[in-house]
């Protein structure tokens, strides 16, 4: 959503409280509460028939409706139909990582004073953990449905936000699984999954609330040295959109069934993505097949007519929107320009009716055309199903697996809590409450700061060193390391907030801001016992000098860690869990942003240029930590059990002949050609527990192609999360799905699986298999 919609946002919030004191409160000024509910007007037509197929009576509500009624409905606050008792919607809430108020559908209050608030989304992809992604999407739905039925939330959530998170110093990275395209595919699917929990087949499946992956696509920059995402043309290769920027959507919509896809503000090689038929209309709808509408991010239309001026009328715009596939506009654009684009024959009623068909068709499988919620699938969730306990232990498990140990010095960690008199807790995230939430947040529950965390096992000294996180000019640093001194040991808290790294604003460097660096050499000084630096922050900071600093024992990336942070911050530090968390991007260097155009889509590192690439797949140069990296307090070993050496990939016989030798070497069969059904590499590795504590561990699997035209160096294929005890072992089976993971995108964007050697990486491991293509004989 956009810093101008947010303007508007306090318009349509008004509004949307209108419209529901309408709908709740004065039933009788529209008829019924509920469209289809008892005493409707309609209650007798087809459209309000339940046991009715939902594409049929999507047709026959949109086809009752004059064109006044229909371009009322093509906006996110959406207009009531009262002569059939339909009742007025706020299309547009948000659920990120909680129910969240950031759109104008939900309200905080009365019967729901908050909801349970989880990590941010980066925090929540360092678990590698996908059964706790879904498991956060189902309980986010239980409280959302119960809202809803309370009259404080909408059923459409524009979450989760899957783009790629391409460059360190995005605003935004914070809201993403990160930069690797399997992980934020795996992410998409298992949170849209438990959101959605769709049930009943195909295209009439019921919903439980629609979530919708945004934004599509190839956004990843919001205001960098005065380039914003209104006006930013982001230039990509085929190559980069088929195996990088495309890849979480392709997951959502295909795997993750979603609902709905939100287009973004920027152009795409000159298009902006809200007016492009071959983005919407052919991808989406046409190849991934989205059983769900097309959204605009908030005023994208005007977006591209006021300020990219990419049409030259305001009726160009709706027709390009509509044509392009869009169905829904967050904003007011359609239904301002909407009826004229109609009268100059720009648009046809039936490119109106098509994208209404879409909205509705959603509308109608969530329930909205059955009467009344509390009869219906989820209707009896209400207040008592938001913040329960065990919600709220789901939020501090969450915070648990978000933890990644960067750096453990002989065993620094854990301290021992019964051996310290008092520890200074310090840092200006010491005592961090909404900073923990990051953006797109709700009301939380209830929050436990890291000082209150950590006041659970030691008399902690606080100081805050710095008054804030820019912590610049006079700063309270000498009384911060006075602690220190009188302390056993230190604990510092530093990092980033909302007014560094957010919507709307980039950063320009990945140091830690102001004299936070200071202020952790400073306090490492001058203790005499451990020092642990607890990072809080969503975006990678370039924490090198506490790295190589032997006064610092131990760094730990909290990231923002929800409602619960403290618990889990004071659980890792004083032993009590056992981190196993992993950075879900590369924390590069400051000297790369210095060398790299934030404005560079580019995935591929280009010599020519000196252009270094992106994302452990691409770059190869220095880092600080790199992608998966995150410490144990056991030691877990590797061994490879059982893997194929060889694989043949069938081709399919009648079109592969006359486009493919198999018998030349340096070949690859493209994926279309390939019989991919169920063809698929097993990889048994056995994970042994060789430490004394419990821990849990994720096995990742990286594949090396064979020499391919920018082909990734290496590729993550597959994760998966075991917890085992001190001296256990287990055995992981896991799968490589060949015409998914094992291809290369060419330079026209087309999959190829290479045949010859492929490497699969786990550990120090190495495995050889062979590829082979097999023609089958006719
Ligand atoms: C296939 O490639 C091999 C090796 O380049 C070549 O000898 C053979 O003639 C090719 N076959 C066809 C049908 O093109
Ligand atoms: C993954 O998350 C779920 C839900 O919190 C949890 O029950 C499970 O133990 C986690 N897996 C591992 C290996 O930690």
Redesign the pocket.
């Known amino acids: 959503m956009s810093l101008m919609g947010r303007s508007c946002s306090y318009l349509l919030l008004h509004l949307a409280i209108v419209v529901a004191a309408l709908v709740r409160g004065g039933g009788a000024a529209t008829g019924a509460a509920f469209a289809c509910g008892a005493g409707s007007p309609a209650a007798g037509l087809p459209f309000c028939q339940r046991g009715q197929p939902i594409r049929a009576r999507a047709r026959d509500l949109v086809d009752r409706l004059t064109v006044a009624e229909k371009v009322a409905l093509l906006v996110n606050t959406a207009a009531g139909v009262p002569r059939l008792g339909i009742p007025g919607y706020q299309w547009w809430s948000e659920a990120l990582h909680g129910v969240s108020n950031a759109g104008p559908g939900v309200r905080f209050g009365g019967a729901f004073p908050g909801a349970t608030s989880f990590p941010q989304v980066i925090s929540s992809a360092a678990?590698f953990?996908a059964?706790?992604w879904e498991?956060m999407g189902q309980v986010v739905s239980d409280e959302a449905r119960a809202m809803y039925n309370g009259g404080q939330a909408g059923l459409t959530f524009w979450s989760p936000n899957v783009n790629i998170y391409r460059d360190p110093r995005w605003g935004r990275g914070q809201e993403t699984p990160g930069e690797d395209p399997a992980v934020s595919a795996r992410y998409a699917a298992a949170y849209v999954r438990g959101l959605q929990q769709a049930n009943g087949g195909g295209n009439h499946a019921r919903l439980k609330v629609a979530a919708c992956c945004k934004h599509y696509t190839a956004y990843d920059l919001d205001n960098w040295k005065g380039i914003d995402r209104f006006h930013f043309n982001a230039k990509v290769s085929k190559q980069d959109l088929e195996d990088t920027y495309d890849v979480p959507f392709k997951a959502c919509v295909v795997e993750g069934k979603v609902a709905s896809v939100m287009c973004s503000y920027n152009q795409v090689n000159g298009v902006p993505s809200c007016a492009d038929p071959n983005l919407l209309r052919h991808t989406v709808r046409g190849q991934w097949r989205l059983n769900g509408y097309i959204v605009s991010d908030c005023d994208s239309v005007g977006v591209f007519y006021d300020a990219q001026h990419y049409t030259s009328t305001p009726e160009d715009a709706v027709a390009y929107a509509l044509k392009a596939g869009l169905d829904l506009d967050c904003g007011q654009f359609l239904a301002q320009h909407t009826e004229s684009a109609l009268k100059k024959g720009k648009v046809s009623e039936a490119d109106v009716d098509a994208a209404l068909t879409h909205t509705v068709a959603v509308q109608m499988r969530l329930g909205m055309f059955d009467g009344e919620p509390s009869q219906q699938q989820f209707g009896n969730l209400g207040p008592q199903h938001v913040c329960t306990q065990a919600n709220r232990n789901?939020a501090i498990?969450?915070a648990r697996?978000a933890m990644v140990l960067l750096k453990n010095d002989a065993g620094a960690l854990p301290l021992s809590p019964s051996r310290l008199r008092t520890v200074a807790v310090v840092g200006p995230n010491s005592d961090a409450t909404v900073t923990m939430i990051g953006n797109y947040a709700g009301v939380p529950c209830a929050y436990t700061s890291p000082l209150k965390g950590i006041g659970g096992y030691v008399n902690p000294l606080h100081q805050v060193g710095c008054n804030n996180v820019a912590c610049s000019g006079e700063q309270p640093i000498g009384a911060a390391v006075e602690a220190a001194r009188r302390a056993d040991a230190a604990i510092v808290v530093v990092g980033l907030d909302q007014s560094v790294e957010s919507e709307g604003r980039d950063r320009e460097g990945l140091l830690l801001p102001g004299r936070q660096q200071e202020l952790v050499s400073e306090v490492a000084k001058a203790c005499r016992g451990p020092t642990v630096l607890v990072l809080m922050c969503g975006g990678p900071v370039d924490v090198s000098f506490a790295k190589d600093d032997p006064n610092i024992a131990a760094i730990l990336w909290a990231g923002y860690p929800g409602q619960a942070g403290g618990t889990a911050i004071a659980e890792v530090i004083f032993g009590a869990h056992n981190p196993?968390g992993k950075l879900p991007v590369t924390w590069y260097p400051q000297e790369y942003v210095e060398k790299v155009k934030m404005t560079n889509m580019a995935m591929r590192a280009d010599p020519s240029t000196g252009y270094p690439g992106r994302s452990y797949r691409f770059y190869d140069g220095p880092v600080v930590y790199s992608f998966g990296h995150g410490l144990s307090y056991t030691k877990f070993t590797h061994a490879l059990a059982d893997v194929p050496a060889q694989l043949s990939v069938q081709l399919d016989g009648l079109r592969a002949e006359p486009l493919f030798n198999a018998s030349e070497p340096g070949r690859a069969v493209p994926v279309t050609h390939a019989r991919c059904d169920g063809l698929s590499v097993p990889v048994h590795v056995d994970v042994t527990n060789a430490g004394d504590r419990d821990g849990?561990h994720t096995v990742l699997v990286y594949w090396r192609p064979p020499a391919g035209d920018g082909a990734p160096s290496k590729q993550l294929v597959a994760f998966e999360?075991?917890?085992l005890a001190a001296g256990e072992q287990v055995r992981v089976v896991l799968g490589v799905d060949v015409c998914r993971d094992l291809t290369v995108a060419d330079g026209d964007g087309i999959r190829r699986i290479p045949l010859g050697e492929h490497s699969l990486h786990v550990g120090d491991l190495t495995h050889t298999i062979s590829l082979q293509a097999e023609s089958l004989s006719r």
């Open positions: 678990s953990n059964t706790l498991l789901l498990e969450a697996q196993g849990s999360k075991v917890q």
